[in-house]
């Protein structure tokens, strides 16, 4: 089973940018029956999802965040980030990346997430 | 209309059945699959049923999925003391071109 495991700073100023990293383990990121994506949780509420990327570079984007948010694949280092500029306090939240299972039907609107990291609470505070 | 709808609590008693609803549209759990998580306070979400009705291998039973069409539901059944979670339910959605996640239900076993 592989690991996902996400890592950046804990603490970003307002109007700067925040930038996380998810290292994939146990797994390729190239591999053609999954995307990989990015979902938040403010504090005490519901999850969001941010956007999902395929190895080939190919992304989708929350249209609420589109204009913010960048995911980038890097297949040599079998990981893939998160940056989103600039932040406001409520993009306080823990960040989770995860894994997309599309390998029963290979399209980005089927799958699940069968895989998530630990998380990472970031705070956007001066 | 690019939400699905979940009541925010439910409950029941060790033994019960317990449903959680999620409602959706056409452009949503209509022309899509359905998945739910399961997350307890603190950890990540994990996934409980997958592609409407599927359950991964380590999930018991106990626990059912649903979907007809712009609505999809959860059935756990035998409710244990450790069901007690927040469940969320997911669908890809045409119009906002992405995931859309229910709003979560939070379940106590009373």
């Known amino acids: 089973q592989p690991q996902l495991q996400e890592s950046g700073p804990g603490l970003v100023k307002p109007s700067e940018t925040l930038s996380l990293t998810c290292n994939v383990s146990?797994?390729?990121?190239?591999?053609?029956?999954?995307?990989w994506g990015w979902v938040r949780q403010p504090p005490g509420k519901g999850l969001e999802w941010i956007g999902s990327i395929y190895h080939s570079g190919r992304t989708y984007y929350n249209p609420s965040l589109n204009s913010r948010v960048t995911i980038n694949v890097e297949t040599s280092k079998n990981q893939f980030s998160l940056r989103l500029s600039p932040v406001t306090a409520t993009d306080t939240a823990v960040y989770y990346c995860?894994?997309?299972?599309?390998?029963?039907?290979?399209?980005?609107?089927?799958?699940?997430?069968?895989?998530w990291g630990q998380g990472t609470l970031v705070t956007v505070s001066s | 209309q690019s939400v699905l709808t979940q009541p925010p609590s439910a409950s029941g008693t060790p033994g019960q059945r317990v449903t959680i609803s999620c409602s959706g549209s056409?452009?949503?759990?209509?022309?899509?699959?359905v998945n739910w998580y399961q997350q307890f306070p603190g950890t990540a979400p994990k996934l409980l049923i997958y592609s409407n009705n599927q359950r991964p291998s380590r999930v018991p039973d106990r626990f059912s999925g649903s979907k007809s069409g712009t609505s999809a539901s959860l059935a756990i059944s035998g409710l244990q003391s450790e069901d007690e979670a927040d469940y969320y339910c997911?669908?890809?959605?045409?119009?906002?071109?992405?995931?859309?996640f229910g709003g979560g239900t939070k379940l106590t076993v009373l």
């Open positions: 146990g797994g390729s990121i190239s591999s053609r029956d999954f995307y």
């Open positions: 997911a669908a890809w959605d045409d119009s906002l071109n992405g995931v859309l």
């Open positions: 995860a894994r997309r299972d599309i390998a029963a039907i290979p399209a980005a609107k089927t799958g699940w997430f069968d895989t």
């Open positions: 056409n452009s949503n759990i209509g022309s899509s699959i």
